[in-house]
């Protein structure tokens, strides 16, 4: 079945760096678009980041536009997001989502992605 396990969360004071990793298992995800959602308390889930598996097109959110960057390693089955300049409000619990590629472009909301990681939680100090 399919997995995806996040890591690399933690406490960081503002200004400062994080970063996330998502390793994936249970199939070939070429073919997929693998995404960067977070939720903070209150709030509904969003959509940061997302990247397609088989040729590296990326997207972004514009609150993390020149802020953060998604990668991924083919040969590991993981995908990263490297989190510079974080702000308070980037605080939220952070998962890793897979979606399969459809036309139209790299989707954004959470109803197009099938696997969902457990989180992991970012939190940003003032």
């Known amino acids: 079945q399919v997995q995806l396990v996040e890591s690399g969360g933690g406490l960081v004071q503002a200004g400062g760096s994080l970063r996330l990793s998502c390793a994936a298992s249970?199939?070939?995800?070429?073919?997929?678009?693998m995404g960067w959602f977070r939720q903070a308390p209150g709030k509904e889930r969003e959509f940061v980041s997302g990247?397609?598996?088989?040729?590296?097109?990326?997207i972004y959110a514009d609150s993390v536009k020149g802020r953060f960057t998604i990668s991924r390693d083919l040969a590991k089955n993981t995908v990263y997001l490297q989190m510079n300049s974080l702000k308070p409000e980037d605080t939220a619990v952070y998962f890793c989502?897979?979606?399969?590629?459809?036309?139209?472009?790299?989707?954004?909301?959470?109803?197009?992605?099938?696997?969902w990681g457990q989180g992991t939680q970012v939190t940003v100090s003032s």
């Open positions: 989502a897979a979606a399969k590629f459809r036309t139209g472009g790299l989707p954004t909301s959470t109803g197009a992605y099938d696997y």
């Open positions: 249970g199939r070939t995800f070429s073919g997929y678009v």
């Open positions: 990247i397609a598996w088989s040729f590296s097109s990326t």
